[in-house]
């Protein structure tokens, strides 16, 4: 199984984690850390253990909030000795729940490629011709 890691600012992974959690159940290999109070050093030590873990031996998917942000950078660095490694950035609901409904089914280039399709896909504009607001 492929797993995941929401490595992010504050608390934004843990709680996109608790909600998707909510909708489709408890999932495996599965981890949401924050950069709060770490250094750069520190945020490399912390996914290095997360990777060690068994569950992440597969190939494993980290979604960040910020490209280029400072988790970004700590998975870049860390990328180098993780051969299985996609880092995919503007992490979002429907993003994480295709990755729950397909990481068994799709090989790892090509999951990476259909939650960039389903975060894009979840992003509208309401049209407020009708019912302009106030």
């Known amino acids: 199984m492929i797993g995941g890691i929401l490595f992010t600012h ?3 992974g843990q709680e996109l ?4 959690e909510g909708i489709i159940g408890r999932q495996e290999n599965v981890v949401a850390l924050s950069n ?9 030590d912390v996914l290095g253990e997360a990777l060690s873990r068994e569950g992440f031996r ?3 998917v980290i979604f960040v909030d910020l490209a280029r942000g400072s988790c970004w950078v ?7 000795k993780h051969r299985t490694v996609y880092v995919v950035s503007g992490v ?3 993003m994480l729940l295709q990755f729950f409904y397909k990481r068994n ?3 790892l280039p090509v999951l990476v490629e259909n939650l960039r399709e389903a975060g894009t896909a979840g992003i509208e ?10």
């Not at 504009?125 to 106030?134: E, H, Q, S």
């Open 17 to 20: 984690l608790r909600t998707a």
């Open 74 to 80: 700590a998975v870049e660095r860390m990328r180098r």
């Open 92 to 94: 979002n609901l429907p």
């Open 36 to 44: 709060e109070g770490c250094s750069g050093a520190a945020m490399e």
């Open 58 to 60: 597969d190939g494993t």
């Open 125 to 134: 504009v309401g049209n407020y011709t009708l019912f302009p607001p106030r």
């Open 10 to 12: 504050g608390k934004i």
């Open 105 to 107: 089914d799709l090989e």
